[in-house]
């Protein structure tokens, strides 16, 4: 640094400038953190609408020279024999020839763990067969997942897909997982419950936001909303907290992605699909499929995991947009490795259960809202809610069935003024008429009955409107 000490001896001679010289060198400090021009800008919107990715093509240049894709094992022969024959237990890659069946075992040993090989999933000594170590009951059922991302999310993955290596990257254990936080949980503190907040966490980019927004996002299926449909809304959920939540989410989609929210939105209208680029899509297909892999694989494999493998609240690791993304908006810069496994593809893909095992719910039993009571408040014709409710089911009925016709009769007692009575008692069966007409059912399939005198019964019951099935 020969600049500063040059500008030192001219602030000493002239300490007038000295304000100006603290200020450059300051400057240069803080340029030092940048990165150097210049950059480029790549539109992904409509003009003028903001929405511009920023790159550094050097540095993008350098992270993808680091980049190590490992080289395909050469393409196995298709053929006779099938694994399932050649083998004993094999319940994934049956469907195989002998020679791919063996190519895979090779590739996701390197994958997966080069350092340990084979042995690392079949205990040495132990038949191939054989079931003894929990790394290969995992890997079983990593195979399954893997055969189902490539299948079933085309609409996230397209036909670049995933192999092992996307997330393991010749490791184990993914270098990103998440668990749920030891905060998330904290309460009963001197200084009350921090809300997971204020403990800047690489999770949320380092913002004051909620460390965990996974839980309630990428495990659960928590609506990520903020804007709420119409104005002043009365049943709005977006809590503050869910709003950080949502928020949270997002810095992690930036992190995990390597970019800022115009990849994805108008920031003049996060919420608007139209203003959105086509990424936005894909990240919403992104946010499916990794709620899948959590609920349906990574969740229910943690039982099969060692105690050093959970996290400070039991759980097991879970997955989120890191797990593959790793940095870049596209794993691997959108190298496929897929394109030369295709054991590893969709074709292949079985369901998880056998089919006769998954039987189709039993049809529900259908129930008949007929034939309903809609009692009356004494001289009242307004509905409770209890008759909405009722008059809402019968006008349901009406619609599933076309053919359906119903008798509505008015009823009274003859306490007090016997005509009065009777005239109360059509002002309530118009009034259920009307009810039903305006929950959509059609009036011409609606038979209005003569009021009548209640015969026997409480005299609640007197004050009424049956509705039932015309024949
Ligand atoms: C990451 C774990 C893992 C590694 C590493 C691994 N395997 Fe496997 N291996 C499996 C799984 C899982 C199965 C069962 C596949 C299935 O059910 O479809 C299996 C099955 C087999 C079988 C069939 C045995 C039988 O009779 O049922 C053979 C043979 C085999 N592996 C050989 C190898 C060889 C050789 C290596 C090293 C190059 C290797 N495996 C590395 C997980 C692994
Ligand atoms: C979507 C990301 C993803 C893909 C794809 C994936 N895995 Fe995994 N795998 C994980 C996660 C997350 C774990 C849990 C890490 C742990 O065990 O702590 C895991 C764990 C494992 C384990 C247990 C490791 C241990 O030491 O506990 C094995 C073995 C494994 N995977 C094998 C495979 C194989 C083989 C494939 C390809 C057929 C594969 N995985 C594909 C994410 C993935
Ligand atoms: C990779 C794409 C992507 C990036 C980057 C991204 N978002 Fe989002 N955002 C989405 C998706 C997808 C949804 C809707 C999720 C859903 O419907 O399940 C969403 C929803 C939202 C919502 C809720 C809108 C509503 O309907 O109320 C807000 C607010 C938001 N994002 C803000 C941001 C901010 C701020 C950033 C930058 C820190 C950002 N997003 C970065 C994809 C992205
Ligand atoms: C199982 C691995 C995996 C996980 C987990 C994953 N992605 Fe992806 N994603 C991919 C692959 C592979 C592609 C590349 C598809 C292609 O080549 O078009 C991709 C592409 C995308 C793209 C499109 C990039 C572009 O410009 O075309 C977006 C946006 C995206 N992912 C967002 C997300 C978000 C948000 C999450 C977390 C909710 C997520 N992804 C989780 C594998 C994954």
Not at 33 to 49: H, K, L, Y
Request: charged letters at 20%; one cysteine or more; glycine letters at 8%.
């Amino acid at each position: 640094m020969n600049a500063p000490s040059r500008e030192e001896t001219v602030v000493r001679r002239h300490s007038g400038f000295r304000a100006a010289a603290v200020a450059a060198v300051a400057c240069a400090a803080l340029l030092a953190g940048c990165e150097r021009p210049p950059m480029e800008s790549i539109q992904r919107g409509f003009r003028g609408d903001g929405q511009v990715q920023i790159v550094n093509p050097r540095l993008y240049e350098a992270e993808f020279a680091k980049l190590q894709v490992p080289p395909s094992q050469p393409a196995a022969e298709d053929g006779e024999p099938r694994a399932s024959a050649a083998f004993k237990n094999v319940q994934v890659l049956g469907d195989l020839s002998v020679a791919q069946f063996t190519r895979v075992m090779l590739s996701m040993a390197s994958w997966v763990a080069p350092d340990q090989g084979c042995p690392y999933c079949h205990k040495a000594g132990d038949d191939f067969s054989a079931d003894s170590l929990y790394t290969k009951v995992v890997a079983r059922r990593m195979l399954q997942m893997t055969r189902n991302i490539n299948g079933a999310w085309k609409d996230h993955v397209s036909t670049t897909g995933v192999t092992c290596y996307t997330c393991h990257r010749g490791q184990p254990v993914p270098s990103y997982v998440w668990f749920k936080d030891r905060s998330s949980e904290e309460s009963g503190h001197y200084a009350g419950w921090r809300n997971q907040q204020n403990a800047p966490a690489t999770t949320v980019g380092l913002a004051s936001l909620p460390l965990d927004p996974f839980s309630v996002f990428l495990k659960d299926s928590g609506e990520i909303r903020v804007e709420a449909p119409v104005p002043l809304p009365s049943d709005h959920h977006a809590t503050i907290q869910h709003t950080e939540w949502t928020y949270g989410l997002m810095m992690h989609f930036s992190k995990a992605l390597g970019v800022n929210c115009t990849y994805c939105h108008n920031t003049q209208q996060f919420a608007s699909w139209q203003m959105s680029s086509p990424a936005r899509t894909t990240a919403w297909y992104g946010i499916r499929m990794v709620r899948h892999l959590n609920g349906d694989y990574l969740v229910p494999l943690a039982e099969k995991l060692p105690a050093e493998r959970m996290g400070p609240m039991g759980d097991g690791p879970k997955v989120n947009c890191l797990t593959c993304h790793q940095g870049v908006y596209k794993p691997l810069y959108g190298v496929s490795m897929l394109k030369d496994y295709p054991e590893l593809a969709a074709e292949h893909e079985q369901p998880a259960v056998a089919p006769a095992a998954e039987a189709a719910p039993a049809a529900e039993p259908e129930t008949s809202a007929l034939p309903a009571r809609v009692l009356f408040a004494v001289g009242k014709k307004q509905l409770s809610t209890d008759g909405a409710q009722l008059i809402e089911a019968v006008a349901k009925q009406l619609k599933e069935h076309p053919d359906l016709h119903v008798d509505v009769s008015g009823f009274a007692d003859k306490t007090g003024n016997p005509a009065a009575n009777l005239e109360l008692a059509k002002q309530r069966a118009f009034a259920v008429r009307d009810a039903l007409k305006a929950a959509g059912a059609d009036v011409g399939r609606i038979v209005l009955k003569k009021p009548e005198f209640s015969v026997g019964g409480t005299s609640d019951d007197a004050r009424r409107v049956d509705i039932s099935e015309a024949h």
